[in-house]
């Protein structure tokens, strides 16, 4: 998730990626407005850019809960290195940025630490979303349900691509044990 990414970039100081030959990989990166509401709760992770914290994780999904105090609790589940893992569980705590109409969150990874988490689309229907970092560096394509056909899954890597991302760096993460070795997957255990 977003969030979980974001630790893994701030302790690193990088991802290591290799220069982003997008043409529009200048282009400023814009927040879409949020309901809030009926932003929350299930969301999986159908493709991310892998890096090393999240990488190998199979069955991802996010859970997001409005407070009573407007913040967000952010809740990451998934299963490193195969379905036969236990599920492994993180949790952080959000932040609406004022004046981005719920579109840019500070996530707290821990006291004093935040990293910023873009939404850059939401489909009317709230069925599918776009997270971005700021710098392009990691990419994330959420889905209310755990598998998603070709077409959309192309239409909405095309969004990012418009958006000035290395599209060709996304790999879909496996929801299903059937999903696992299948072309443009991630495979756990395998270096990417």
Not at 1 to 19: D, E, K, R
Not at 119 to 142: E, M, Q
């Amino acid at each position: 998730m977003a969030v979980f990414a974001g630790a893994s970039v701030l302790l690193t100081g990088c991802t290591g990626a290799p220069p982003n030959p997008n043409p529009r990989a200048d282009a400023p990166l814009h927040t879409v407005p949020v309901d809030l509401p009926r932003y929350m709760g299930k969301w999986y992770v159908i493709a991310n850019i892998p890096y090393f914290a999240e990488r190998d994780f199979v069955g991802s999904r996010a859970e997001w809960k409005l407070r009573d105090d407007g913040k967000i609790d952010d809740h990451f589940y998934g299963r490193k290195d195969g379905f036969d893992q236990p599920e492994r569980h993180y949790q952080f705590l959000d932040s609406v940025v004022p004046g981005s109409g719920g579109g840019e969150w500070r996530v707290r990874l821990f006291w004093p630490i935040y990293v910023s988490q873009l939404t850059v689309y939401v489909d009317p229907d709230y069925r599918f979303t776009l997270l971005a970092y700021p710098d392009k560096s990691l990419g994330w394509i959420f889905s209310r349900e755990p598998t998603m056909d070709d077409a959309t899954y192309r239409a909405l890597l095309s969004r990012f691509d418009a958006m000035g991302y290395d599209t060709t760096r996304f790999r879909r993460v496996p929801q299903l044990p059937e999903q696992l070795g299948q072309p443009g997957f991630a495979t756990p255990g395998k270096s990417e």
